[in-house]
Every structure is written in structure tokens, then in C-alpha cells.
């Protein structure tokens, strides 16, 4: 339906649900296309529905391209063939499109948005931004997590129904809390990851229908996982069919040509046009509403809020303007979900409200702590000395913004190698040993985590987005104990409110042990201000150490994980019947290892087991 005031709205860039206006409408026997091309000198609908001959469309005061066909419905095939004013003319996708052709073939699809049945009232009722609930996020590119090796091109892709059945059940019993989805707007390009956009109101046909995704994001619900989409704000692909020139003028990106390209190559859109405004906001709340994504992470923010992403350079005003405006609306329609900003910068303001001058994001990524904390776990044992404030320094600024703790895609790709690669060790059981210390340290550390897939698997190789993760690794012993590993450590996380609940009060974290860096030793308290504390040690030299910590106060404590036990693949040196005295408890750290440890009452202590005899094992 016409609506001239909401028309107005969109054009001024104070619209939020702009995928209402526009795009295909199942309304009263028939279809409603709608486009805004205001610059074009006609536009034509070309559509399977009559052969794909030309039909008019009219235009109205505003520059909105109109025609309604009868009797005809979802999965009709069309396009807009838009006339520039020199009568040049080109075929363009719908950019309000909910389902395209899958690529190479660029039609848009009449799809109904709305047939489809959610399960998940009860998740919907209770999901939080969970600022004080655990946030442990698994990130997945869905071409690549798993393939079906007998098949190729598009067919060796599981599609959206078929990971209900394989992906929801393995981060269930892995124990992350939430999926985080490399871009799936429609993109052409396989070798982009989805961060070339050619439908910002489309699901990747590649893995099926729109309501097949519905189903997995409500599927996750139900088990009790959160769903959240990585969108691209900054660029889109410039495609023919897609947005780049799509009226024949420079309808979403500058007139300026230094302006109109992006970093990646692609085209940048330009926040100073209003109505691209409104565009990209609404697609942000399409997601939202229509698909109950409990996250949004933006894509390369410091590219909005600075032009060439150089916090050195003036302010992009309109960049910045958007992303307030954006976040300040969509926060006010929905309070419990998170918006995540990829800033590189670490811009002060980032998770700041913004009537308080901030942005209004609620988490940044902190690339300080995942740079350093990568750099660390490359040094060898000799240099570590010298290099032990790369663990320490985040905890200086801890307090700048509300930080995840993320190990993602780009750690893991374009020659950065995997982070098992870029462990250092002598041996293989030394690198073993480094990684599950590290990841014992992130896990500890304030701040929410995220890691990507195949990070749990110790992956050896580089991600490469045509490539399957290298499930056969689970064959190999060390392979599968660290797996195992990382599983135990994502339980205790989500159990023990000491390492989530007060994550963002510099009170609830306290060094034990800051300046120890001839033994390559950090010791530190996390505590829930509910009588549940953790003590976690880390050694992270290749020696055996002999080690006073002090708790404070005198009691029993028990080893809640201790990364060298042998079930992980180390060597079971475990500390027993632990009580400390005179506020110090002596522990023996194994060499390149990690220990958590918990108060608990003499009756809880660990206890060596008895020696077999000779006659029991006979026996």
C-alpha cells in the first residue's frame, strides 16, 4: 500500500522499515513491485511471469517506480531494467529483494516474508544483551564448516535445513552460548565471505529458501543458542545487477570519485544521502524482526566513523551520525539485542550510550588484546621475559569499553596462519601445551569471547573459505584431547558466574601476581561479589615451578581445571588436598600450563587415587 508520509520518511532518513515500502508485495490476488529510482528516466519490470516482456512501471512525484500484476505469486522471477537519462539501460536486482536466484543468475524472487511459524517464545521472552550473563560465541562461515566432498559448485553446500541436524547439535555439546554468521546477504562472489553485498534484504540462496533459515535461527532458539548476523554497513559489491549505479547516477555511493570506492575495491555507500540512510538502517531491523537474529556485529567501523579508517583523520560526520542515529532507534525498538562494533581504532565512544556522545554499541571487539595475546603465544621461551606485559596491558584499559575477547576469521586467513601454527613449541605436545594455556587465559580474562571454527579443532591449516575444517583431525589423539579441552573449558565458563557475571567491573578482577616475568608466571582473581571467586595461574614457561599464591586468607581449594591433566593430553600433574596457610597456597604448576582454581570445603579437596597393587591389576 501507498504510504506518502512513511515515502517521505525514507527519503529524509528517518525510516527504520523501509522493506515495507518497497520491493515485491503478495497483496490482493496479485504482486506489487515498488523501486525508488528517482534519477532514472524510466524504469520497465521484466518478469518470468510473461516471458520476460518489458512491463511499464509508473513513476510519482517522489521518484517511486510502481505496478501491480494480478494473479500471479511467490517464485515468480523479475527485474527492474532501469533507463539512465542518456536512454541507456541496464537489468538491476531488486535491492529490497527477500530471495534471489542463486549465483550466477541475478533475478529476484517474489518470496512471502511472512509464512512462517516461530517456535521461540519463550527465548524471545528471556534474551538479554547478557552483559552479565556468559557470551561465548562460535563464528562460522557456513560454505566452509562442513562440505559434502562427494559434490561441487553449489551442491556441496549443506543448506540451511540440513544444519539443523549438524550444526546446532555440535555447538550445543561444545557449549558456546551463541553462532555467529559471516555475512549471509546475497553476494556473488563465493571468494568475498559474504562481505560483498548484492541483496542487503536476502538470505545467500547458495544454502536455500529464506524460511529454512528461519527455521535454524528459531531451531537455535529452542536449544537454548543465540543467533547473530555479520553485516556490512560500509560497502557493497559493484556488480551490474547490484546497487553500484543503480539509477544510472551515483544513487547510494559519492559523486566524488576518491569517495566512492572502499578499501576492499568495492563501492562505499554515502551516508550523507538521506535515503541510504534509512536503506542500510532498515535492513539492520529487517534482520531483526523478520529473521530474530539476538545480535547484529557491524562490519569495519572504523570506516564509518573515520573516512580512510585512520583515527588520525577528522571525523566522517554522516558516518557517525548513522551509526548514533541507527543505534540510538534500533536499541530503543529492541533493548535486548546486542550491537557489536569490528573497530580497530578502539574508539573511546564505541559501547558509550549515545546520550552520553557515544556510539550506543554494546561490545567492540578488542584487537589490542588479540594482536598481543597472538604475538605472545609465537615468542619463544627466551624472549617471554620481555614481552610479558602483551598479557598484562589489556587489563590498563579495560575500562575504555565494553570489550569481547575475539579470535576470528581475520586471524585465521590471507597468510596470518592458524593460531595453532602460530604457537610456538619445540615439539608438537609443546605447542599442544602453549595453546591450551592460552585458551585457558582468554576464557579467564574479563570480557566477552568469541572464536572462530576450526580454532577448536587445532587446526594446522590457514582457513581458506573453499576449503572444508579438517574434521579428520578428531582422529588424532592430541587433536581430539584438546577438543575435549576446550569443550570442558566452554562448561565451566557458562557455570561459574566468577568469569562472566562481572565482566565489565574493574572490582571483580584483581592481579595476584603482575610482575612475574623472569618465570613467565601471571596469577589473578575473578569474583562474582557472590562468595564464588576463581584463582587462575598460568605458567607459561617450559619448567616445572614451585609456586607460593597468595590467596589472602586461610581455607581449602580444589583444582576446577588444570590444563595439564592427561585426559586433555598433558601429563596429569595435578595439585591435591590444596589448603592454604597464612594466606598463601603452595602449588606445583606444571611446565607451559594453566590451573583454575575454586574454594571449596575439606570434604570437596582432590585427593590423589590409590596405587593399584600389583594383585589389583592382576586381578
Not at 533507463?83 to 535491492?95: A, L, M, T, V, Y
Not at 557489536?340 to 550506543?360: L, R
Not at 575477547?405 to 605436545?429: C, F, I, P, W
Not at 590409590?610 to 589389583?616: A, F, I, R, V
Request: charged share 25%; net charge negative.
Amino acid at each position: 500500500m501507498y504510504d506518502y508520509n512513511r515515502i517521505k520518511n525514507h527519503i529524509n532518513g528517518v525510516e527504520s522499515c523501509s522493506y515495507e515500502l518497497f520491493g515485491a508485495h503478495l497483496e490482493n490476488g496479485g504482486v506489487n513491485f515498488s523501486v525508488y529510482a528517482p534519477n532514472a528516466h524510466n524504469v520497465k519490470l521484466s518478469s518470468s511471469f510473461n516471458n520476460w516482456n518489458d512491463v511499464q512501471m509508473e513513476r510519482d512525484y517522489f521518484g517511486v517506480w510502481s505496478v501491480f500484476i494480478e494473479n500471479i505469486g511467490e517464485g515468480t522471477l523479475y527485474r527492474y531494467k532501469i533507463f539512465s537519462q542518456d536512454g541507456q539501460f541496464i537489468e538491476k536486482s531488486d535491492p529490497f529483494s527477500y530471495y534471489n536466484e542463486v549465483r550466477p543468475n541475478t533475478a529476484s524472487i517474489v518470496y512471502d516474508i511472512n509464512n512462517y511459524y516461530w517456535r521461540d517464545e519463550e527465548w524471545m521472552k528471556t534474551r538479554e544483551k547478557n552483559y552479565n550473563r556468559p557470551l561465548n560465541v562460535y563464528e562460522v562461515h557456513l560454505g566452509s564448516w562442513k562440505v559434502k566432498d562427494e559434490k561441487t559448485g553449489v551442491e556441496k553446500f549443506y543448506r540451511y535445513e540440513e544444519l539443523v541436524n549438524e550444526l546446532i547439535p555440535y555447538v550445543k555439546e561444545m557449549g558456546y552460548t551463541h553462532i555467529e554468521f559471516l555475512p549471509l546477504t546475497e553476494h556473488p562472489f563465493d571468494g568475498s565471505w559474504g562481505y560483498q553485498v548484492t541483496g542487503y534484504y536476502a538470505p545467500t540462496s547458495r544454502y536455500g529458501e529464506p524460511r529454512y533459515l528461519m527455521d535454524l535461527i528459531d531451531s537455535c532458539h529452542i536449544n537454548g543458542i543465540g543467533a547473530i548476523l555479520d553485516f556490512v554497513p560500509v560497502h557493497y559489491a559493484r556488480d551490474e545487477a547490484g546497487l553500484a549505479y543503480f539509477d544510472g547516477t551515483c544513487m547510494y555511493e559519492s559523486e566524488i570519485p576518491q569517495l566512492r570506492e572502499s578499501a576492499w575495491g568495492s563501492m562505499r555507500f554515502d551516508y550523507s544521502k538521506t535515503h541510504v540512510q534509512s536503506f542500510v538502517r532498515s535492513a539492520i531491523n529487517f534482520w531483526i524482526n523478520k529473521y530474530h537474529f539476538d545480535g547484529i556485529r557491524f562490519d569495519a567501523v572504523a570506516y564509518l566513523i573515520f573516512p580512510d579508517g585512520n583515527p588520525n583523520s577528522p571525523e566522517y560526520d554522516c558516518g557517525s551520525w548513522f551509526l548514533k542515529n541507527t543505534l540510538f532507534t534500533l536499541n530503543a525498538y529492541h533493548p535486548d539485542v546486542m550491537f557489536i562494533a569490528e573497530d580497530a581504532t578502539c574508539h573511546a565512544k564505541n559501547t558509550a550510550p549515545v546520550v552520553y556522545g557515544g556510539f550506543g554499541f554494546d561490545y567492540m571487539w578488542n584487537f589490542g588484546w588479540s594482536s598481543e595475546s597472538l604475538r605472545y603465544l609465537s615468542t619463544p621461551y627466551g624472549m617471554r621475559t620481555q614481552n610479558h606485559n602483551m598479557l598484562t596491558y589489556p587489563m590498563y584499559y579495560f575500562n575504555q569499553g565494553l570489550f569481547m575477547l575475539a579470535l576470528s576469521h581475520d586471524d585465521v586467513s590471507n597468510g596470518k596462519a592458524s593460531v595453532m601454527t602460530k604457537t610456538y613449541g619445540r615439539s608438537q605436545e609443546e605447542k599442544f601445551s602453549n595453546l591450551r594455556t592460552y585458551y585457558l587465559y582468554q576464557m579467564t580474562h574479563p570480557g566477552k569471547k568469541m572464536n572462530f571454527m576450526g580454532n577448536e579443532l587445532a587446526e594446522y591449516m590457514e582457513w581458506k573459505d573453499d576449503q572444508p575444517l579438517g574434521w579428520n583431525l578428531l582422529t588424532y589423539p592430541n587433536h581430539d584431547s584438546f577438543h575435549e579441552f576446550i569443550k570442558e573449558l566452554n562448561r565451566i565458563y557458562k557455570e561459574e558466574p566468577a568469569l562472566y557475571a562481572q565482566d565489565f567491573n574493574l572490582a571483580a578482577f584483581a592481579w595476584i601476581d603482575l610482575q612475574n616475568a623472569g618465570n613467565n608466571i601471571y596469577a589473578y582473581r575473578r569474583d562474582d561479589f557472590n562468595g564464588n571467586p576463581l584463582y587462575i595461574v598460568l605458567n607459561f614457561s617450559p619448567f616445572e615451578k614451585d609456586y607460593w599464591l597468595g590467596v589472602g586468607y586461610d581455607g581449602f581449594f580444589r583444582e576446577l581445571l588444570n590444563s595439564d591433566r592427561d585426559i586433555y593430553g598433558g601429563h596429569n600433574k595435578r595439585n591435591y588436598e590444596l589448603r592454604s596457610k597464612d594466606g598463601y597456597l603452595n602449588l606445583k604448576l606444571p611446565p607451559l600450563s594453566g590451573i583454575i582454581l575454586k574454594p571449596c570445603d575439606e570434604g570437596e579437596v582432590d585427593k590423589p587415587e590409590p596405587e593399584k597393587s600389583e594383585e589389583g591389576e592382576k586381578s
